[in-house]
T-cell receptor
Framework: GENVEQHPSTLSVQEGDSAVIKCTYS??????FPWYKQELGKRPQLIID?????GEKKDQRIAVTLNKTAKHFSLHITETQPEDSAVYFC??????????FGKGTRLSVIA | DTAVSQTPKYLVTQMGNDKSIKCEQN?????MYWYKQDSKKFLKIMFS???????INETVPNRFSPKSPDKAHLNLHINSLELGDSAVYFC????????????FGQGTRLTVV
């Protein structure tokens, strides 16, 4: 089955700096790659997603890039703010299977 | 008008007991899931239900059994609870299996003492 690796497990950045989280997946048939943000004590919520027919997608300060050949995708957060502090999860699916999540990255934005 | 709701939010119980967690979605989605989040925050799929049929049953002990009375509900029954079952359990739903956004419930924190 699908295996998703996520790095780093923890990330600390100064407010205003950029943060990058990287994931790799094992199943070349996977075609949907969402990113979820989970604040302390809350449910995971989708922040951005990308499908395999697109290489990059941007939504304000958040962007995701996908390299199908290398089977990796990344989350980029620019101009980080304290409210960006949370655990971020990448995931992958090939459309007929549940999302398989990475192990999460705890992002701390230091004011 | 919560999209995915699960109850209870907290559940404290003794080893050996049997308990249930309920989940309901009002999004008209075809697929519902149960995920387990352990103390290290790892989200692991337990079950997936599509149109009332079990699609995937991961390597979960048979003490755990999902029950879906209809498309909008997926309840989780746990028999003979063990200390290692302590975790946060999330219900989720999506339009179809693995397609599009998965909406999560607020989670149930299960503590077995």
């Amino acid at each position: 089955g699908e295996n998703v690796e996520q790095h780093p497990s923890t990330l600390s950045v100064q407010e205003g700096d950029s943060a990058v989280i990287k994931c790799t997946y094992s199943d070349s048939a996977s075609n949907y790659f969402p990113w979820y943000k989970q604040e302390l004590g809350k449910r995971p919520q989708l922040i951005i997603d990308i499908r395999s027919n697109v290489g990059e997608k941007k939504d304000q300060r958040i962007a995701v890039t996908l390299n199908k050949t290398a089977k990796h995708f990344s989350l980029h957060i620019t101009e980080t703010q304290p409210e960006d502090s949370a655990v971020y999860f990448c995931a992958a699916s090939k459309g007929n299977t549940p999302l398989v999540f990475g192990k999460g990255t705890r992002l701390s934005v230091i004011a | 008008d919560t999209a995915v709701s699960q109850t209870p939010k907290y559940l404290v119980t003794q080893m050996g007991n049997d308990k249930s967690i309920k989940c309901e979605q009002n999004l008209g989605h075809d697929t519902m899931y149960w995920y387990k989040q352990d103390s290290k925050k790892f989200l692991k799929i337990m079950f997936s239900y599509n149109n009332k049929e079990l699609i995937i049953n991961e390597t979960v002990p048979n003490r755990f059994s999902p029950k879906s009375p209809d498309k909008a509900h997926l309840n989780l029954h746990i028999n003979s609870l063990e200390l290692g079952d302590s975790a946060v359990y999330f219900c989720a739903s999506s339009l179809n299996q693995g397609v599009g956004e998965a909406f999560f419930g607020q989670g149930t924190r299960l503590t077995v003492v």
